[in-house]
C-alpha cells in the first residue's frame, strides 16, 4: 500500500541555519502531497502542498518540490527561527476502501531552533 | 477561513463511561471529515472517514462499535467512544475537506485529549 517514510528526529539547529526534512514516498497513481505543521500546545496546520510532479509548494519560507523520479518532497528552508520549533508532519493522499481520499502519514519529526 | 473547531479540548472519565466528541467545520461546508488518533511517539492513525448522511468508512483494526461516528450535517461530525477503557486514551483529532474549493486539502481541528480512569 501507499506509505510515507520521514527523516527521524529530533532535529536541533541555531537559528539562522539550513533546514532539511527529508521524506519519501511510495504510491500507486499521482498522489498530492502535503507538508503539515504542529507547533506546541496547537492543533495540526497545512504548511504547504504540491499537487503534480515538480511543483513547488512554498509558505513562510518553507519549501517542498514534488519529485517523481525519486518519490520525494524534501521540505527546505534556508534560515531557521526559533518560531520555526515544532513537529513537521509529511503526508501524500491516497483513496481509501470507500473510495474516499484520506492522507497517508510519516511519522512526524520534531524541530528545535536555539537562538 | 477553513477553521475546524472541536469539543471538548479535555476531557477525563471513568471506565465504562461513554465520551463523545463533536467536531465542526466553521466556514465552510464539509462533506467528508476525518478522525484520528495521535499516538505519544507523533505517529497519527486514521480511524474512519465520514461521510455526510452515510455510513463512515472503518480503517482496518478500528472497532466501529466502540467508535461510533455521526455526520449528520455538513458542518458537524461526531465521535463517540462507548464503554471507554484506559487504553482509549489518546489524543483524538478531527479534519474536514473543504468540498467548495474542490482540493485533497485537509483543514485540523485542534484536537481533543481523552483520559480515562
Known amino acids: 500500500g501507499d506509505s510515507v517514510t520521514q527523516m527521524e528526529g529530533p532535529v536541533t539547529l541555531s537559528e539562522e541555519a539550513f533546514l532539511t526534512i527529508n521524506c519519501t514516498y511510495t504510491a500507486t497513481g499521482y498522489p498530492s502531497l502535503f507538508w503539515y505543521v504542529q507547533y506546541p500546545g496547537e492543533g495540526l496546520q497545512l504548511l504547504l502542498k504540491?499537487?503534480?510532479a515538480d511543483d513547488k509548494g512554498s509558505n513562510k519560507g518553507f519549501e517542498a518540490t514534488y519529485r517523481k523520479e525519486t518519490t520525494s518532497f524534501h521540505l527546505e528552508k534556508g534560515s531557521v527561527q526559533v518560531s520555526d520549533s515544532a513537529v513537521y508532519f509529511c503526508a501524500l493522499s491516497s483513496l481509501n476502501a470507500g473510495n474516499n481520499r484520506k492522507l497517508i502519514w510519516g511519522l512526524g519529526t520534531s524541530l528545535a531552533v536555539n537562538p | 477561513g477553513a477553521v475546524v473547531s472541536q469539543h471538548p479540548s479535555r476531557v477525563i472519565c471513568k471506565s465504562g463511561t461513554s465520551v463523545k466528541i463533536e467536531c465542526r467545520s466553521l466556514d465552510f461546508q464539509a462533506t467528508t471529515m476525518f478522525w484520528y488518533r495521535q499516538f505519544p511517539k507523533q505517529s497519527l492513525m486514521l480511524m474512519a472517514t465520514s461521510n455526510e448522511g452515510s455510513k463512515a468508512t472503518y480503517e482496518q483494526g478500528v472497532e466501529k462499535d466502540k467508535f461510533l461516528i455521526n455526520h449528520a450535517s455538513l458542518t458537524l461530525s461526531t465521535l463517540t467512544v462507548t464503554s471507554a477503557h484506559p487504553e482509549d486514551s489518546s489524543f483524538y483529532i478531527c479534519?474536514?475537506?473543504?468540498?467548495?474549493?474542490?482540493?485533497?486539502?485537509?483543514?485540523f481541528g485542534p484536537g481533543t485529549r481523552l483520559t480515562v480512569l
Open positions: 479534519s474536514a475537506r473543504d468540498q467548495e474549493r474542490g482540493t485533497d486539502t485537509q483543514y
Open positions: 504540491a499537487t503534480k
